[in-house]
């Protein structure tokens, strides 16, 4: 074991961890199958078979576009395992796409932040209106990443309203102590250049979201890219990693109203 394994263990402190992915993919399916054709699958955004989004429509003229990215520490998931968090935005007007990329070790971290800008472009050259995005742990980074400097067209860029990381990997540096780096293939350098909490702070609005029941080492990744960005920071009483991202789901939530509330 590589000395910071466990600090980036999840599931072995989130009891019960083994049935979230089950029960994210059935919600997910009986999401997408309740929405019948607003819900168009596998929208292509690049060459490779991953480098697709999904996308759902809300009844109606849509008022913007939710973009959010989706976690696996880089290595494992798709969009899929995620339709059914659409629903919070959907409810309040707003269209939603999910993009799926490659993963490591089949290509780098820098490899798929690039893949994340080019769905984000293409998500935006296909729609019109304000824009939103949030990513949740690896999509966390993902999201943040997209902020960086020249990452967007000044076009795209302008149309964000606020952005939210949720539970992000900001500082990316502690992960060359971790096993997963076998498959990541990273050196300090590369590290630092993904690594959000080394960027510019944003002209976009940020809130950097965390559950308060987390691992100590996302709490700090949490703190960390607040501070260094001087943005918003919410820490959310009793969630946990897993079960942080579910307020997207719910059209009332304090997360869903930010990401879908105009200036």
């Given at each position: 074991?590589?000395?910071?394994?466990?600090?980036?263990?999840?599931?072995?402190?989130?009891?019960?961890?083994?049935?979230?992915?089950?029960?994210?993919?059935?919600?997910?399916?009986?999401?997408?199958?309740?929405?019948?054709?607003r819900a168009r699958?596998?929208?292509?955004?690049?060459?490779?078979?991953?480098?697709?989004?999904?996308?759902?429509?809300?009844?109606?003229?849509?008022?913007?576009?939710?973009?959010?990215?989706?976690?696996?520490?880089?290595?494992?998931?798709?969009?899929?395992?995620?339709?059914?968090?659409?629903?919070?935005?959907?409810?309040?007007?707003?269209?939603v796409a999910m993009?799926?990329?490659?993963?490591?070790?089949?290509?780098?971290?820098?490899?798929?932040t690039q893949q994340?800008?080019?769905?984000?472009?293409?998500?935006?050259?296909?729609?019109?209106?304000?824009?939103?995005?949030?990513?949740?742990?690896?999509?966390?980074?993902?999201?943040?990443?997209?902020?960086?400097?020249?990452?967007?067209?000044?076009?795209?860029?302008?149309?964000?309203?606020?952005?939210?990381?949720?539970?992000?990997?900001?500082?990316?540096?502690?992960?060359?102590?971790?096993?997963?780096?076998?498959?990541?293939?990273?050196?300090?350098?590369?590290?630092?250049?993904?690594?959000?909490?080394?960027?510019?702070?944003?002209?976009?609005?940020?809130?950097?979201?965390?559950?308060?029941?987390?691992?100590?080492?996302?709490?700090?990744?949490?703190?960390?890219?607040?501070?260094?960005?001087?943005?918003?920071?919410?820490?959310?009483?009793?969630?946990?990693?897993?079960?942080?991202?579910?307020?997207?789901?719910?059209?009332?939530?304090?997360?869903?109203?930010?990401?879908?509330?105009?200036?």
């Open positions: 074991m590589a000395e910071l394994d466990d600090a980036y263990a999840i599931g072995a402190y989130v009891p019960g961890s083994e049935r979230f992915a089950p029960q994210w993919v059935e919600q997910a399916a009986a999401f997408r199958a309740s929405l019948g054709a699958l596998g929208v292509s955004y690049g060459p490779s078979e991953r480098m697709v989004s999904d996308h759902f429509s809300p009844e109606g003229e849509a008022r913007g576009t939710f973009i959010f990215v989706h976690g696996g520490y880089w290595l494992k998931y798709d969009c899929s395992y995620w339709s059914h968090l659409a629903a919070g935005a959907l409810a309040r007007g707003w269209a993009p799926t990329y490659d993963l490591c070790p089949t290509v780098r971290i820098a490899g798929i994340v800008a080019q769905a984000v472009m293409t998500i935006a050259s296909a729609a019109t209106g304000p824009l939103s995005l949030a990513g949740h742990s690896a999509g966390g980074h993902l999201a943040a990443r997209m902020l960086a400097p020249g990452m967007l067209p000044a076009d795209v860029r302008r149309r964000l309203i606020h952005a939210v990381p949720i539970s992000p990997v900001a500082d990316l540096e502690p992960l060359l102590r971790t096993s997963m780096n076998d498959d990541f293939g990273m050196d300090t350098e590369m590290a630092r250049a993904e690594s959000p909490v080394h960027q510019p702070a944003p002209d976009v609005p940020v809130t950097v979201w965390v559950g308060g029941d987390e691992r100590p080492s996302f709490l700090e990744q949490a703190q960390g890219l607040a501070q260094a960005w001087g943005c918003g920071h919410a820490v959310i009483s009793g969630e946990h990693h897993f079960n942080v991202i579910e307020a997207l789901s719910d059209p009332a939530s304090d997360l869903i109203s930010r990401l879908t509330t105009l200036p």
